[in-house]
C-alpha cells in the first residue's frame, strides 16, 4: 500500500508539472496512468490497520491537495466516502451477479497464488497485478500498475481477439482467450481464463484475468 502511494505522489508531481508547463502529451499520458494507482489504493480492500490509516490519509490528503478544484474536491470526497462505507457503515456485498460466473476482488488471496494473475479496468489498463504475473516480466507490481494489456499480449493480438473477449467479460460473460507465441526459439500457447471482477460493494473492477502458459505439444509431436 505504501508503494503505491508513493508511486501514485510521484506520477502526481509530474502530472502537475506537465500542466504548469503545457505539457498537453504529457499530461494525457500521466492522467491515463494515474487512474489505475489511484482505484488500485481506494479499492483494496484490507484488515492491517496500518494499511486502513494509509488509505484514510491518502484519501485526506489528496481532498487537501486539489481543495481549489470543484470537481476535484467533488471526486475525492466520494473516495473518501467510499472508504468510510467499507470501514466503517454497512457495505453491501454482491451475491450471483444474476447467476453469472464471477470473482470479487481478494487482493491478499491473489497475492499468494503462484498462479499469474492481473485485474484489467474497463479503460483495458492493469489495475491489478500479482508477483507471479509480475516477475514473468521482470518488472515489480508496481511498475506493472496503469499499463495498457496491449503493451503485453501485442497490439494486433488485443484488437483482434482479446478486446472483443474482454468486452464481454465487462458486460458480465466469463471467457476464454487462447494465443500462441515465440519464446527463445520455442512456442508458447498462452491461455487466458477471464472472469468479471467486482469490488465487495458491487462496484465493477473490470476483468480478472489468471494467465497459464504450455509447450506447444503439437509442434513437439511433429519434430519427434
Known sequence: MKTLVERFWQQYARLRHAVET??????????????????????????NPDEIRIQFQFAIDLLNEEAEDFAGVQRNTE?????VNRYIGKGYSPNDKDGKEHTVLDEAWFDEQSDRI???????????????????????V?????????????????????????????????????????NDGR????????????SSSGT???AMIVLQEAADRRRRSGAA
Open 22 to 47: 503545457n505539457d498537453a502529451v504529457a499530461v494525457e499520458a500521466l492522467d491515463r496512468e494515474l487512474d489505475p494507482i489511484l482505484e488500485a489504493i481506494i479499492h483494496k480492500e484490507t484488515r
Open 79 to 83: 473516495l473518501l466516502e467510499t472508504l
Open 118 to 140: 492481473i485485474v484489467v479496468s474497463t479503460d483495458y489498463r492493469i489495475f491489478y497485478c500479482n508477483a507471479a504475473n509480475a516477475s514473468r516480466y521482470s518488472l515489480s
Open 142 to 182: 508496481a511498475d506493472m500498475l496503469g499499463k495498457h494489456i496491449a503493451e503485453f499480449v501485442g497490439l494486433h493480438r488485443f484488437q483482434h481477439g482479446l478486446k472483443e473477449k474482454l468486452v464481454q467479460c465487462f458486460q458480465g460473460e466469463a471467457t476464454q482467450f487462447t494465443y500462441a507465441e515465440d
Open 187 to 198: 512456442t508458447i500457447v498462452v491461455s487466458l481464463g477471464l472472469t468479471p471482477c467486482y
Open 204 to 206: 465493477l473492477l473490470g
